[in-house]
């Protein structure tokens, strides 16, 4: 119980973590956006004033004044530098400078370029090229002269320029109330999707369990037929006994296997953290496989080829790697009638490696190839009772399959028999 509320509890964070980030994500564009949005009208409004400074120069130029008298006429601050600049690019007066003369061609500054094309320009933050200086530079262009107001960077312009920081108060609460909206509708998705995967997960419970009691009552059923057979036939000659006996050995050996593969399907879809997580070498798992094969009697037995060297190392856990090979192996030497297994790296790279499990048997129809990963799905019932497949061990692949990150799929091969194409994670 603790393990499934663990889950559910994931799930809903899982849920709740991306509103919050979505939310987190809305909040920080709209203070961008608004912030940059300040400083653009900040800049704008300064602007604007030093444009009136200098069209009142220009205006005083016009009508006869010298560029030093004009600029003299108009109130300004001592840190104020005005520049009145020809369209040829040259400094005809600069209250920083008693030599304006001296100083280099002024077309290229950004915001003299601009109020040649424009009429007026701005620029928020430059150096000056002359006294090394941060400035705001603000030009205005009437068509004959360029006059150009800046304003040293400092405590005052710091000032000016500072953003109105009161709609963040606006932007907390809004982020607080979203942060509310997030939990409320990442808790009704959880909630709607966990009774959607209860109900479903009830429902795959239920087929198992009746497929499982299914399953169990054939070799229950025949186990007791053939003791109730011996106990209640007093005059049953020993041969029928042993023989009775033997197929009854024959019956819990299947029960048995059954029960086994029942635990690791359940282990692979409720309890996948019990299962180790190391460096496996397929060659050894690939060398039992081979030992396995060769103590079978001579007409079960199959030859099995391989490619798979000490350098085919994958990570997950050793023994549910040996039961995709164990089941797959069981599976061509049960039903294929092949006499060959090949197991093949069929490519390999920094992340997983693809492995063919094939063999030269008669194979299956189209029909069958996308149902026999499907618990207790059988290709001929008849056939699969009487050799003692559980129905379990193809679904148990590629659940161990999907458990190493993998995938799989069953094909015809080429030539005849059946061919599986899966890979792992490295």
């Given at each position: 119980?603790?393990?499934?509320?663990?889950?559910?509890?994931?799930?809903?964070?899982?849920?709740?973590?991306?509103?919050?980030?979505?939310?987190?994500?809305?909040?920080?564009?709209?203070?961008?956006?608004?912030?940059?949005?300040?400083?653009?009208?900040?800049?704008?409004?300064?602007?604007?004033?030093?444009?009136?400074?200098?069209?009142?120069?220009?205006?005083?130029?016009?009508?006869?004044?010298?560029?030093?008298?004009?600029?003299?006429?108009?109130?300004?601050?001592?840190?104020?530098?005005?520049?009145?600049?020809?369209?040829?690019?040259?400094?005809?007066?600069?209250?920083?400078?008693?030599?304006?003369?001296?100083?280099?061609?002024?077309?290229?500054?950004?915001?003299?370029?601009?109020?040649?094309?424009?009429?007026?320009?701005?620029?928020?933050?430059?150096?000056?090229?002359?006294?090394?200086?941060?400035?705001?530079?603000?030009?205005?262009?009437?068509?004959?002269?360029?006059?150009?107001?800046?304003?040293?960077?400092?405590?005052?312009?710091?000032?000016?320029?500072?953003?109105?920081?009161?709609?963040?108060?606006?932007?907390?609460?809004?982020?607080?109330?979203?942060?509310?909206?997030?939990?409320?509708?990442?808790?009704?998705?959880?909630?709607?999707?966990?009774?959607?995967?209860?109900?479903?997960?009830?429902?795959?419970?239920?087929?198992?369990?009746?497929?499982?009691?299914?399953?169990?009552?054939?070799?229950?059923?025949?186990?007791?037929?053939?003791?109730?057979?011996?106990?209640?036939?007093?005059d049953i000659n020993k041969a029928t006994v042993l023989n009775f006996v033997g197929k009854a050995y024959e019956q819990t050996e299947r029960l048995n296997k059954l029960l086994q593969d029942i635990s690791t399907i359940?282990?692979?879809?409720?309890?996948?953290?019990?299962?180790?997580?190391?460096?496996?070498?397929?060659?050894?798992?690939?060398?039992?496989?081979?030992?396995?094969?060769?103590?079978?009697?001579?007409?079960?037995?199959?030859?099995?080829?391989?490619?798979?060297?000490?350098?085919?190392?994958?990570?997950?856990?050793?023994?549910?790697?040996?039961?995709?090979?164990?089941?797959?192996?069981?599976?061509?030497?049960?039903?294929?009638?092949?006499?060959?297994?090949?197991?093949?790296?069929?490519?390999?790279?920094?992340?997983?490696?693809?492995?063919?499990?094939?063999?030269?048997?008669?194979?299956?129809?189209?029909?069958?190839?996308?149902?026999?990963?499907?618990?207790?799905?059988?290709?001929?019932?008849?056939?699969?009772?009487?050799?003692?497949?559980?129905?379990?061990?193809?679904?148990?692949?590629?659940?161990?399959?999907?458990?190493?990150k993998g995938k799989i799929k069953a094909r015809q091969r080429r030539g005849g028999g059946l061919e599986f194409i899966f890979t792992l994670a490295k």
């Open positions: 119980m603790a393990i499934h509320s663990n889950h559910k509890n994931k799930g809903f964070l899982d849920i709740f973590f991306v509103m919050l980030l979505f939310s987190l994500a809305v909040s920080v564009v709209f203070v961008s956006f608004q912030y940059r949005r300040e400083k653009e009208f900040k800049a704008e409004k300064l602007n604007a004033q030093l444009q009136v400074v200098n069209e009142d120069i220009l205006l005083g130029i016009a009508s006869g004044l010298s560029p030093k008298e004009s600029v003299e006429s108009i109130p300004h601050s001592d840190s104020l530098r005005i520049s009145v600049i020809d369209t040829l690019g040259n400094v005809i007066y600069d209250t920083y400078s008693d030599r304006p003369d001296t100083l280099s061609d002024h077309r290229s500054r950004p915001e003299i370029a601009e109020a040649l094309k424009k009429g007026n320009a701005h620029t928020v933050s430059r150096l000056s090229e002359t006294g090394g200086v941060l400035f705001f530079y603000s030009a205005t262009y009437d068509g004959r002269l360029i006059v150009r107001s800046a304003i040293p960077h400092g405590i005052s312009l710091t000032q000016f320029m500072k953003v109105d920081d009161s709609f963040l108060y606006f932007i907390s609460i809004v982020t607080l109330l979203m942060f509310a909206v997030s939990f409320v509708i990442a808790r009704m998705i959880d909630r709607s999707v966990t009774y959607k995967g209860e109900r479903e997960k009830q429902d795959l419970k239920r087929e198992l369990t009746d497929n499982i009691n299914h399953e169990l009552k054939t070799p229950v059923s025949a186990i007791k037929a053939y003791l109730e057979t011996i106990i209640t036939v007093p359940t282990r692979l879809d409720e309890a996948g953290w019990m299962f180790k997580h190391e460096r496996v070498c397929l060659k050894e798992i690939i060398d039992e496989i081979r030992e396995y094969i060769d103590v079978l009697p001579p007409e079960k037995r199959m030859e099995l080829h391989t490619n798979i060297t000490e350098n085919t190392v994958v990570t997950g856990d050793p023994t549910l790697l040996y039961s995709i090979f164990r089941n797959l192996s069981e599976n061509a030497l049960a039903y294929s009638s092949g006499t060959d297994i090949y197991v093949n790296v069929e490519s390999e790279n920094k992340n997983e490696i693809e492995i063919s499990f094939a063999d030269n048997g008669v194979g299956i129809d189209e029909e069958h190839l996308e149902k026999i990963f499907y618990r207790f799905y059988r290709v001929d019932k008849g056939r699969s009772r009487k050799v003692g497949g559980t129905g379990l061990g193809l679904a148990i692949v590629k659940n161990a399959v999907l458990y190493h």
